[in-house]
DNA sequence: GTCTATACACAGATAGAC
DNA sequence: GTCTATCTGTGTATAGAC
């Protein structure tokens, strides 16, 4: 019986924890690698460098958002408030899940203006999110007025996951995506 | 003719403005000694670790924040209006001068989950802000509405921050701090 | 594919001369 | 008070056995 072959998606998967957790300079190989129950040397078998990790672990990440939450604002059987509130709650669920907030706005704050190494991924997740609000708020703000108000919405929850960890409550997210809500 | 001798506030000032932008994780002491024109060893003389650098420069911010804009919501001869508007302008100043935001988040986003070395600091910040802010709308609104509100606000100009920064476009952040202002 | 052992680089912190 | 030199720990990454 051989030991058991732990899949790159699982390995992934536990890397996104960690890194949310721990964010990315303070994360070690060998602090992913323990969460995994690999040693160190062996978890570079499966990758070629730390940041080669965290682009994987981000592409899977936006991968998820994609395919199970904003995907969600381009069902045609759903109303736009049946679309936003599904959206909400997988939301809520996404952003509490073993702490650690939105890893992609962590990302953004801790390099920022040091290096663009994972810029493009991170880009490219809050535009996926704002292209998913778009459709939903379309038929209730006309197109100029569309971009601002959804990124006013993104940045309002992304203000509130801030202050959701900084108090340790989870209603401030909660009540920033209800009020999203209520924007429709 | 001795040489010119750095002030402790000086040290201060140009730290905070290289740990907003690099994070405090990845900023090394010879960042620090080099932005205040110093080599590490002379930058030891001053500081005995790098933790006790980040808690001196978050506590010089604190007071920065505490003398010269939050201070605006007491003074008894401005409207709230005014002083509202005051404040906006100072903050957005202060949140977009050399860029990096705003330190606290920057720190609760990197630390929250590893380690509470900072959290003292950062809530105080946060809970200074809050007061000043509820000065300013206690007309407005009920109590308890109040500390919502308030809170709502800051969450949104913290989240604004980061859009901001994402985008690097300080119209976001212009547009938070205006719609705060909306609310009154 | 997993392990242990190790090379290498670099950051935090200290020592001691001037 | 400032410098150069150095110690020490530790994190990234590699080598090689099983």
Request: aromatic fraction near 12%; hydrophobic fraction near 40%.
């Amino acid at each position: 019986m051989p030991l058991q072959k732990i899949t790159p998606e699982e390995i992934l998967y536990k890397s996104i924890k960690v890194f949310r957790r721990r964010g990315y300079y303070r994360t070690k190989m060998s602090d992913l690698a323990k969460e995994v129950g690999l040693t160190k040397g062996t978890f570079y078998h499966h990758f070629e460098s730390k940041e080669d990790v965290m682009r994987k672990a981000l592409m899977a990440s936006i991968q998820w958002f994609e395919t199970s939450l904003f995907s969600i604002a381009f069902e045609p059987q759903l109303s736009s408030k049946e679309k936003l509130e599904k959206m909400s709650e997988k939301a809520f669920k996404a952003f509490t899940d073993n702490e650690g907030g939105c890893i992609f706005a962590n990302t953004i704050l801790e390099t920022a203006h040091v290096e663009d190494t994972f810029i493009k991924e991170i880009l490219r997740f809050f535009e996926l999110w704002k292209q998913a609000l778009m459709e939903v708020f379309k038929e209730k703000y006309s197109n100029d007025q569309l971009t601002d108000v959804v990124q006013q919405i993104i940045g309002d929850i992304e203000g509130s996951i801030i202050i959701m960890q900084l108090h340790k409550d989870n209603l401030y997210l909660k009540r920033a995506l209800n009020r999203s809500i209520e924007m429709l």
